[in-house]
C-alpha cells in the first residue's frame, strides 16, 4: 500500500478539524479516530508505516479489543500523521512536535525549495524502524511505478519535488533494514536514485543528478554488485560531461536490471 504523503496530510487536516474527532482525542478512543480515517481513505497499512504502531495493534484499537495507555503510543500516532496543534491538544500532548531529527537533503540549488515539502516526512523518518522496514519497501516501490509513469506521460519536472522528499525515505530504509530485507531495500535504493540521477539530469540539474547517482553508487558497492558498479560509474561520467551531451533516448535510461520490478 502505497503512502501518498501529501494526501494523507490532506485527510488529516480534514478530519482533524472534525468536532467528534476532537472529543475522541479528548477520550483518548484512537479506535475512533482510526474508524473515521479509514472511512476517508487513509487505511491502517498507512497508518503503521507512518506511526510505527504495528498494524496488528491498530486493529485491536479499532475494534476495542486493547485501548492505547502510555504518553509514547499517542504521540507515535500525533507525530507520524502529522496531527494539528488542536488535536494533539486533546491528546493531552504539546501543540508542537519535540525535537525533529536530522534529515538527509539533496545537496544543491533545487533543495531550498523543497525544504517545506521535506517536513512532511519528518514524523515517518523518525518512526522508521527494520520492524516496519518491510511494508515501507512495498509502499516505495508502489510510489516509484508512480514515478516512472508520471515521467513517461509527463516528462521530468513534475516529479523533481517528489522525488526528492523520498530521498530521505529511503536513506532512511536503506539504514534500519536488517539481513535479506536490507539487501532488498539497498537494491531498490539503487534503482530509485539511479533514476532520481536521470529525472534531474533531464530537468537540468546537473547538482542534484550527481547527488542521486552518488548514493546509487553508495549502495551498489555496498551491495558488492559489480554490474551496478560499473553502470553506476559510467553514469557518473555521462553526468559529467551533460553539457556536451545530448540525444539521449527515453528507451535507453534504465538498463533491464535496474528498472521498476514488474515494470
Known amino acids: 500500500m502505497a503512502v501518498d504523503i501529501p494526501v ?9 478539524a472534525r468536532q467528534d474527532v476532537l472529543a475522541a482525542c479528548k477520550r483518548g478512543d484512537l479506535g475512533a479516530v482510526i474508524k473515521v480515517l479509514g472511512a476517508n481513505g487513509v487505511t491502517q497499512i498507512q497508518i503503521s508505516v507512518l506511526t510505527g504502531i504495528p498494524q496488528g495493534r491498530l486493529s485491536e484499537y479499532k475494534t476495542r479489543k486493547r485501548r492505547p495507555e502510555d504518553k509514547s503510543t499517542f504521540e507515535k500516532f500525533a507525530d507520524g500523521l502529522g496531527m494539528p496543534a488542536v488535536a494533539r491538544r486533546a491528546l493531552g500532548l504539546d501543540p508542537e512536535v519535540a525535537g525533529s531529527g536530522p534529515v538527509d537533503q539533496v545537496a544543491g540549488p533545487s533543495a531550498d525549495s523543497a525544504g517545506a515539502s521535506l517536513e512532511g516526512v519528518r514524523p515517518l523518518l523518525r518512526n522508521l524502524s527494520k520492524d516496519n522496514a518491510v511494508p515501507v519497501l512495498s509502499a516505495l516501490r508502489q510510489i516509484h511505478h508512480g514515478y516512472v509513469e508520471a515521467d513517461r506521460l509527463m516528462g521530468s519536472m513534475c516529479i523533481t519535488g517528489p522525488i526528492q522528499m523520498q530521498m530521505p525515505v529511503v536513506k532512511r530504509a536503506c539504514e534500519v533494514a536488517r539481513a535479506a530485507d536490507r539487501v532488498e531495500m539497498l537494491r531498490f535504493g539503487c534503482q ?3 533514476f532520481g540521477g536521470w529525472v534531474f539530469q533531464d530537468a537540468g540539474d546537473l547538482v542534484s543528478a550527481m547527488y542521486c547517482t552518488d548514493r546509487a553508487l553508495d549502495y551498489a558497492l555496498e551491495l558488492g554488485d559489480q554490474r551496478i558498479i ?10 559529467s560531461s551533460a553539457c556536451s551531451t545530448v540525444g539521449w533516448t527515453d528507451g535507453g535510461r534504465i538498463l533491464p536490471w535496474l528498472a521498476c520490478e514488474g515494470g
Open 8 to 16: 494523507v496530510r490532506e485527510v488529516v487536516e480534514r478530519v482533524f
Open 192 to 194: 530509485f536514485t539511479e
Open 230 to 239: 560499473a553502470y553506476t560509474l559510467m553514469r557518473k561520467a555521462m553526468i
